[in-house]
């Protein structure tokens, strides 16, 4: 994969095309456009570690030619039907915190932000839906709902930096998905813009024929931008259990997990440390010790001080991540986190089920507290990568989902083919009846920039085969992008001509998000 | 009009190409029987998944899952005749209801074919961020998209306990509100058999699970609706349409004083044998969404698979 990048300070001028059709991106309406280099920069990449890492070093992908912010469908339209008859490319942008590359300009053009499509209607009581604009902020539609008494069951742990639109583009999932679902169970319409220029509407169940909204949801935006969608809405929980427990090993934990999801029980999460995850990350004793301080808050020390002093002991420990990967086998405890809530005696008496059942296979009962804590702290970890980046490392997450009978075969898989490009940690969370998620976090190093990338891409080559030759997807909810678009293609086999061929007839100029899923 | 009976996905894929040269359209020229694809293929009891061929029937497969203590979970009556390329392809589009309200297709993968004769096989593992789902392609689609061959199916454990209650109500929206309630608080509902009667409504409720579930479904069936009994009557023969409709229709219904009898409940709809407004999952009609006409001329030009219903 060659990816383009440029200097910071040097970006390259925006194409004569692109400036040329700016009134007709703003004709007749409040479109904002702007070809500015602020802009450009500020939307030259998303949150996929390799940018962060690229931003160390001083470069950016290709920013796209301008950014374009409609203020309503018919605007999006418009654009993109501009966009179309220009041969001009169109990256629909949310909020930037997709982790794949899901929104670099590699061939320039304007990137579409849907911010503006900001709406959120009043909750339809009767029917438990509500219609929300595709630019509204994940927190913003929670404290909205909130305030009419219901909740969407939507926590990714982007919840302040990504869209509506980002979360259908991408299949997003949100830390409660074992009980209310990932995004695409939450849909029941979306309205969106083809690459066509035409806007669709998609109707709710029931209905002749097949369903369009899982060809859509999940495009990252080659075939479409959505402009809104109708949601399914929760009333908002009247009480929650909590519970951890140890148990001897990984493989103990899961078999805890699936017979928990084999009785019935729908946890709200369900979350299994592999026995390093354990004592570094499942460890919440502490409640106030690892606050994140932003980085304008950071004393001097701090801020350069305490990086560089990170910067050579992470570069030595991470040389020889195999041997640091060893060091995991000296630990075995596994640690389970489980939330119920909804019905307040509904959520104790499966909390009391599901206790039962971690008791019956040897699990250490640890009360409330792990619950309570990771609750409390589950937004945190996000925020922690990029320090890690800072400090001169690589730090990225793999997530994939497998049945029950292949997932321990995929975590021992990934870590044995991961140990020598990268310090590997894993939780299993994102539970259902037949299977979960299982998300590897990686940390790494190089002797300099060039072989730490080298190293990344290495890495990456690697986990992606092992999963998926031990039964694994390519992604359970981060998406594909970039980085996983061979991936992708390769699993797809024989029908890799049908995603091209709904390419060909959603978006027949190929103007939509050129690039990713392969496409 | 020619029978077509493949014993296996690639003499599936041979007699779709011999049709397309002689310029041949499935329903037209030639009639696809998948009857002898009906093979139950592995059991993967921890997962509680079933790979089976098109042409099993839902009956066979219920029989093979009850050996390993495993079900297909409650379906709507008139499924249980489905094999499982019609209740996929067909107007049920494979959905099952599950915990909490929501739907999901009962095939966790599948593997069809298109017209050209490519093969497709969807992604594994319970859930996948891996571009569009275009299992979309098959599931409703009257196999006009593509065709199944082969599915995995999601069971469940085998229902240790039954149980049933009735309730009364003294309007159809505080019926409606009260059932929609236990749902959202985890009930998962076999069947409710709901009458209008003298003003009052009258629902028999039926669920099924391991005997903790059931007394938990007890529990939150108690709390929706204080009104309740035993159930000692037998359930009524429901007669009429088999629909699927939503919630707010089953309310008019009662208003109407019809007799309903409900399967496959949701949230979002569920399946209705009685008179009531809704879609006919006996006689597929035109197709709903916008642009799928156009989709098959983009996948299948010659209309081979018959073209647009």
Known sequence: MTLGSTSVSDLPPPRAEVLAAAAAFTEGGSSRFSADSLDRLSYARDMWPLAMVWVRQGRIPLPPDAVVWPASEAEVAQIIRVARARKIAVIPFGAGSGVCGGTWATQGGITLDVKRLDAIGTVDAERRSVEVGAGVLGETLERNLNAQGFTLGHFPSSIFMSTVGGWLAARSAGQFSSKYGKIEDMVLSVRAVLGTGEVIETPERPFSGPDLVPLLVGCEGTLCTFTSARLRVFPLPQGRAFHGFDLGSVKQGLEAMRLIFREGLRPVVTRLYDPFDTAMVGNHKDLSSHEVVPPSKRSAFAQRVLPALLRQVSKRALSRPAVLNQVQRLFSTSRLVLLFEGDAARAEAEDRAASAICRRLGGDDLGEGPGRAWLQKRYDVSFRMSRLIESGTFADTMEVAASWDNVLQVYERVHAAASPYAFTLCHFSHAYADGCSLYFSFIGSGHDEAALEVRYHALWRAILGAATSAGANVSHHHGIGLLKAQALQDSLGEARSVLVQLKEHFDPDNIMNPGKLGL | ?309
């Open chain 2, 1 to 309: 009009m020619t029978p077509l009976r493949p014993a296996t996905e690639r003499e599936l894929i041979d007699l779709l190409h011999t049709l397309r040269d002689s310029n041949g359209r499935l329903g037209r020229d030639a009639q696809l029987d998948r009857s002898a694809l009906t093979a139950i293929e592995d059991i993967d009891t921890q997962s509680m998944l079933i790979d089976v061929q098109a042409g099993a029937t839902l009956t066979s497969i219920e029989a093979a899952l009850t050996s390993q203590a495993l079900s297909l979970g409650p379906l709507p009556p008139a499924a249980w005749s489905c094999t499982v390329a019609s209740y996929l392809e067909g107007p049920y589009a494979g959905l099952r209801a599950i915990a909490g309200g929501r739907l999901e297709p009962l095939c966790a993968r599948l593997d069809g074919v298109f017209a050209d004769g490519r093969r497709f096989t969807s992604s594994p593992g319970p859930r996948s961020a891996a571009g569009p789902d275009m299992r979309a392609l098959f599931l409703g689609a009257s196999g006009r998209l593509g065709l199944v061959t082969r599915a995995q199916l999601r069971a469940c454990a085998a229902a240790e306990a039954h149980a049933a209650l009735m309730a009364t109500f003294t309007t159809p929206r505080e019926a409606v509100e009260a059932l929609t309630t236990a749902i959202v608080h985890g009930a998962l509902l076999s069947r409710i058999q709901l009458s209008s009667r003298a003003g009052h409504i009258a629902a028999r409720i039926e669920w099924s699970g391991s005997r903790t579930h059931v007394e938990r479904d007890r529990d939150v069936l108690h709390r929706a609706m204080p009104n309740h009994d035993p159930a000692r009557s037998t359930p009524f023969v429901a007669e009429g349409p088999t629909r699927e409709t939503t919630w707010p229709q089953v309310e008019a219904a009662l208003r109407q004083n019809h007799a309903l009898e409900l399967h496959r409940v949701s949230l979002t709809s569920l399946v209705s044998i009685g008179e009531v407004e809704g879609l006919s999952l006996e006689t597929p009609g035109r197709w709903s969404m916008p642009v799928t006409p156009t989709l098959i001329e983009r996948l299948d030009p010659t209309q081979l698979l018959g073209g647009a219903p």
